[in-house]
């Protein structure tokens, strides 16, 4: 996590460039640094896991550098340097702290230290800037702070609050800020981002399917053997309309000794497989794992269409079930493959 933090407040040489997707975005952000229009307070909102962070710093290199190239950093200068090593004085990055059993979030001591360092004069560069990632964890308290040093900011600093919860920040905040809008990565620009970070090509589809245009997200997935999963729940699914009471035991022993966290990743996975199934009945609608669609439409010859609503009831039931309740996996599972067994 540290890593992840320090990798995605600092900006390599050529960070702008390498950052995919978001052609529009870049091209609004890049024509404000050109003219040297940059608005004082920016918001960058939009899903997670699509290289808002990555922009900001990248950004932020641009409005800190010495000598700027078409308005973007040089990567050369000691300003540049600083900040492809995450040791810039004049960017101060702020994010959500945990503390004890509470949700990470901002908290007023530390928008008071960004007021701080916001009041001091620039040490390299000709300004300032601050980032506030996750900038929906702030609460109210702290949010009404910043709030002042919006209305009032210092001449020379730029603040970049970035968000995957725009609507939760309050509308006064919203109102002082530039919005920059970020859509889900398209699959080209997931791509991109996947094989650089290694994910072999034959996953690249799959985990696409998963992550819904978040490069995080897919990374994620990929280490956490998502598409191992994804395929538990196929082979579940193709196995269930012919289950014998053994079956859904041991098959209930199995899944039950997964971590809880897991277990529902893997009922959303069969619920996602088993909405994408009702889609091929419908004959509508894209499918989200559309590399299976082979296995999919095979299903139609075991099971209807109306077993498979009842399935996706019974998971998502027994996903609440396990979620909100200290009831046993293991036991809510056999419950689910009973019934949904029985709906065929
Ligand atoms: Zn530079």
Redesign the pocket.
């Known amino acids: 996590m540290a890593e992840e933090i320090a990798d995605a407040v600092t900006a390599a040489p050529g960070a702008w460039d390498a950052l995919a997707g978001h052609g529009r975005t870049k091209a609004r952000l890049h024509a404000l640094l050109r003219e040297e229009r940059t608005p004082h307070a920016l918001l960058f909102s939009g899903p997670r896991g699509v290289g808002k962070r990555k922009l900001a710093a990248a950004v932020a290199a641009a409005l800190l ?4 190239k078409d308005g973007l ?5 000691e ?2 340097r600083l900040m492809a090593a995450g040791t810039h004085p004049d960017f101060y990055a702020v994010m959500p702290e945990k503390s004890g059993k509470a949700a990470r979030s901002i908290k007023i001591e530390q928008i008071r230290a960004l007021r701080t360092e916001a009041a001091r004069a620039p040490r390299l560069s000709g300004r300032r800037v601050i980032l506030l990632d996750d900038a929906e964890t702030m609460n109210d308290a702290a949010a009404n702070a910043l709030l002042k040093t919006l209305e009032e900011p210092p001449g020379d600093t730029i603040f970049i609050l970035a968000t995957g919860a725009r609507q939760s920040l309050l509308p006064t905040i919203l109102s002082r800020c530039t919005g920059v809008h970020f859509s889900p990565l398209d699959d080209e620009a997931m791509a991109r981002v996947l094989l650089a970070h290694g994910v072999p090509e034959s996953l690249l589809g799959p985990l696409a399917a998963l992550s819904e245009g978040s490069a995080g997200r897919a990374l994620r997935l990929y280490g956490e053997d998502a598409i191992a999963l994804r395929e538990n729940a196929m082979a579940t699914l193709e196995a269930l309309p012919k289950m014998t009471p053994e079956d859904v035991f041991s098959a209930g022993d199995r899944l039950g000794a997964m971590e809880r966290e897991r277990l529902l990743e893997w009922l959303r996975y069969l619920r996602l497989l088993l909405r994408d199934f009702l889609a091929i009945c419908g004959g509508s609608g894209a499918l989200l794992n559309a590399d299976l669609e082979a296995r999919l439409f095979a299903l139609s010859g075991a099971v209807t269409e109306a077993w498979a609503f009842g399935a996706a009831r019974e998971a998502a039931e027994t996903a609440r079930r396990i979620e909100t309740s200290n009831a046993s996996a293991r036991l809510a599972l056999e419950g689910f493959f009973l019934r949904a067994g029985k709906t065929i």
């Open positions: 550098c010495r000598s700027p950093a040089c990567g050369g200068c300003s540049c």
